[in-house]
């Protein structure tokens, strides 16, 4: 009897393929969306698994937020955040009140949701005109996306840009770095696995051993390869 294949035991939900988010800081995103212009003061930078940045912890008033930390932040810095807040890294402002060409990061994608776009390490977008149907953005991929003008953001850069730069150099290493969010690590190819297990698997050689398109309507231990292909074989030069 055949095995599940490895997209088959993800969607049955269990924790093998569950980020473990209990053992994270807690949620990166904007505080609670208040027009009053606000004073907030950073008291620590804190080190996240489950985050590619490192957050700041920014007190406001009561209120205690987590949010990523702009490059060249420091604990007892002031950052603000509402209407006629100063354009400087770090504060909270409406996409309507900073000017073009601003690097921003952590967009929201409605008004008040926290934060949806910009959000890993070392990235930012920038505002590339305003008009009335939205203002106009440019986001890291270089694709253009329309927001809401009330929609917030944070000015800078996320901290730690080099992070992509530095190598892994031992498996052990990444098995560390794939286990802080639960990634499934080491992934091997249906090829290389047994017979039982996958169906392009068994045999002596590197060869499928048979056709690689899938049906959109084959059952699930099936549906491996091309699926529904549009076109099959080689492409012309």
């Not at 569950?18 to 212009?37: H, Q, T, V």
């Not at 490192?54 to 937020?65: I, N, Q, R, S």
């Not at 996306?145 to 990444?174: H, Q, S, V, Y």
């Amino acid at each position: 009897m055949g095995k599940n294949l490895i997209q088959q035991r993800r969607g049955r939900g269990t924790s093998r393929f569950r980020a473990p988010s209990f053992n994270w800081e807690g949620e990166a995103r904007l505080p609670r969306k208040n027009s009053a212009l606000e004073e907030g003061t950073v008291t620590d930078i804190i080190h996240s698994s489950g985050h590619s940045a490192p957050l700041a912890e920014v007190k406001y008033g009561a209120e205690t937020a987590l949010l990523q930390a702009p490059d060249g932040i420091r604990v007892g810095e002031k950052v603000q955040m509402g209407d006629g807040a100063e354009v400087k890294e770090g504060n909270i402002l409406s996409l309507k009140d900073i000017p073009e060409g601003t690097p921003i990061y952590n967009l929201e994608s409605k008004p008040g949701d926290g934060g949806r776009f910009v959000r890993s390490s070392g990235t930012f977008a920038r505002i590339i005109t305003k008009m009335d149907a939205g203002i106009v953005v440019e986001l890291p991929s270089s694709k253009r996306r329309t927001f809401m003008p009330d929609c917030r953001a944070i000015i800078g850069t996320i901290a730690g840009g080099g992070r992509t730069e530095k190598p892994f150099l031992k498996a052990g290493t990444r098995h560390f770095r794939m286990k802080a969010k639960n990634k499934f690590y080491p992934i091997v190819s249906g090829i290389s696995m047994n017979a039982v297990a996958h169906p392009f698997g068994g045999k002596g050689s590197h060869t499928k051993g048979r056709p690689t398109q899938a049906s959109r309507n084959a059952p699930p231990g099936r549906k491996v390869g091309s699926i529904a292909p549009r076109r099959t074989g080689r492409t012309k030069r």
